[in-house]
């Protein structure tokens, strides 16, 4: 048996006519009637007592009645949910991201649309070190991933450029330089740079004073370098999202004279990916208007 026979015994079943049942299934009554025999040939006992008008269930058919409904409704239950996977309505998706994502706001808003728009698919979304990241990515250990470039990525990988913005010193409240009206890059050849993931800021704002930056540790995250530089250890270029979101005692932040120095978030994800949830999210953020392959 198929499950077109249990649809025609439910259809006969529900109206208790023959006739009426074809109808609604869009077939000869004739037709129907032989499937309705079939059924009853293979299971080797009657399921309708016929009369004139009118049929009833008999034991058996009361029996398969209850059996039926339940598999023709998980039947299409299969059905609806592999389309609705096919179109990335359902799934999982592993998501990375590097702290600053957050201190900007666009990791929450991108998941929070994109959960909106596919409450049934799952996101699993854990902070990554910046240099491993990528390699996640592209291993398949994270689906996507926010990190910030520039960045040389692995082969295979694409990124969708999102958010710019510039970046701003962090200092000690008690460095000579607070005393400055402005700084500019100039007036840190002598300091010593603790360093984010993300080292372009540093580097361009010593291309920019013409200087070649004293290097002193790096830490990891946003929240580590910070915590040095409050230590009086050295001095740090970050993301201007960090200002009012990670506040350390004995840390100031001030902007960089005329620092045309600029990163921005990505978001990178396998160049041939196939997973429908994964694709719809990556088509979320393009269509969003936030950013182009790069």
């Known amino acids: ?40 040939h293979a299971l080797g006992t009657r ?10 269930l008999t034991e058996a058919g009361a029996t398969l009645l209850i059996e039926a409904e339940a598999t023709v409704r998980q039947f299409e239950l299969a059905q609806r949910n592999a389309q609705r996977a096919g179109r990335g309505e359902i799934g999982h998706i592993e998501l990375g991201y590097v702290a600053s994502a957050v201190y900007s706001g666009l990791l929450q808003k991108q998941v929070q649309a994109f959960s909106y728009a596919c409450p049934d698919v799952s996101l699993s979304v ?80 010593a291309a920019q004073g013409g200087f070649a930056p004293r290097l002193g540790p790096q830490p990891g995250g946003l929240v ?18 960090v200002v009012g979101h990670v506040s350390l005692p004995n840390v100031v932040y001030r902007p960089i004279a005329d620092s045309p120095a600029s990163s921005w978030l990505s978001l990178i ?17 393009r269509s969003a208007g936030q950013g182009a392959t790069g």
């Open 126 to 205: 854990r902070e990554s070190a910046m240099a491993a990241l990528p390699g996640r990515v592209a291993e398949g250990r994270f689906d996507i991933g926010y990190i910030r470039s520039p960045m040389t990525l692995p082969e295979g990988l694409e990124a969708v450029r999102l958010d710019s913005e510039g970046f701003v010193l962090a200092l000690s409240a008690d460095s000579w330089l607070c005393r400055l009206a402005q700084i500019n890059a100039e007036h840190l050849q002598a300091q010593t740079f603790i360093l984010p993931e993300q080292v372009s800021g540093t580097l361009q704002v």
């Open 224 to 241: 580590a370098v910070i915590a040095l530089v409050s230590l009086g250890q050295g001095v740090a270029v970050v993301p201007a999202s």
């Open 269 to 285: 994800h396998r160049r041939f990916e196939k997973a429908p949830a994964v694709v719809r999210y990556i088509e979320q953020v």
């Open 1 to 40: 048996m198929e499950i077109r026979h249990f649809r025609y015994f439910l259809a006969v079943a529900r109206q208790r006519n023959f006739t009426r049942a074809a109808e609604q299934l869009g077939i000869a009554p004739p037709t129907l009637t032989r499937q309705i025999q079939d059924m009853e």
């Open 47 to 56: 399921l309708f007592l016929r009369q004139q008008r009118q049929v009833s």
